[in-house]
Every structure is written in structure tokens, then in C-alpha cells.
């Protein structure tokens, strides 16, 4: 059996990996893990998404990588750059997650469930089912996708690990 390899995915970046691979990003909080998986090419992807929109944006030079209007093409081209079938993928998502509370309906203070919300409008527009999600509540993940099997896997302080 082949040696798992890990790759990080930090904040507001993106990485795929094919049969063998272990992709992992950390502090997940009101920003989302979108996975994306092709189960016959054996190929994953994850982006790590902090804003909804990148109509946002300030930076001089875009991160595609920050934004889920940007983040989700990108992660399926690269994806069928090693081979996966764009009508094969499917979706899981973690994160998201409201991790103060405020006074009011603000809405620009609705981070997390407004990610949430864009990158299903996302994966909707490219009609990738989302076959999983482990989203919302009030704290933080790490999760790992494991490109062999499809498996995410979440570790929470307060739920400890759970696979979807």
C-alpha cells in the first residue's frame, strides 16, 4: 500500500491530491472546507474559503483562493488538470461556523453561515451534489480528506472526530 502523502491547505488557499493523499487544513471557524472528490479517478480537492464573495475584495492582486465565487472554479479546474471528471464530483463541506454572538440581524456579521451559503450557490451552478456537511454551531474544525477513500474527517474540541 502507498504511503499517504500530507499537504496543507492554509487559510484562504486551495491544493488537490490524487490516490495516496491527505489533504488538511486547520482553524476552520467561520471560514469553510469545501472538498471536492471524484471517486473513480480517485482525485480530492479542498479549498479553504474565508469570504463569500470577491466582489470584496481590496487586496491589489486577488487571492482566488480566499473567496468562494473564486475559490470552487479554480479547485475544479485543477482537479481535472489531474484527471477527475467535472460531472463525477461530489461535494462535503465543514466549517462555517457563527463564532460570536452579536445583538441585531446584522448581516455582515453573519461570516460563517454567509460562506456556507456561497459556496452552495457554487457548487450548485457547476451541479456538484453535496453528499455531506458538517456546518454551523458555534466552534472550530480541522479537517483532513483522505483521497483513497473519500472520507473527510472532522476533529472538534468539543465533538472530538467524527468521518463523513
Known sequence: MMQDSLIKVGMADLNVAERGGVLKTTGLGSCVGVTLYDSRAKVGGMAHVMLPSSEIAREGSLNIAKYADTAIPELISKMAQLGANVHK????????????????????????????????????????????????????????????????????????????
Open 89 to 164: 464530483l461530489e461535494a462535503k463541506l465543514a466549517g462555517g461556523a457563527q463564532m460570536f454572538a452579536f445583538a441585531g440581524n446584522n448581516d455582515t456579521m453573519r461570516i460563517g453561515p454567509r460562506n456556507v451559503e456561497s459556496c452552495k450557490e457554487m457548487l450548485s451552478q457547476y451541479r456538484i451534489p453535496i453528499i455531506a456537511e458538517d456546518t454551523g454551531a458555534n466552534y472550530g474544525r480541522t479537517i483532513e480528506f483522505i483521497c483513497e477513500t473519500g472520507i473527510l474527517v472532522i476533529r472538534s474540541v468539543q465533538l472530538g472526530v467524527k468521518e463523513i
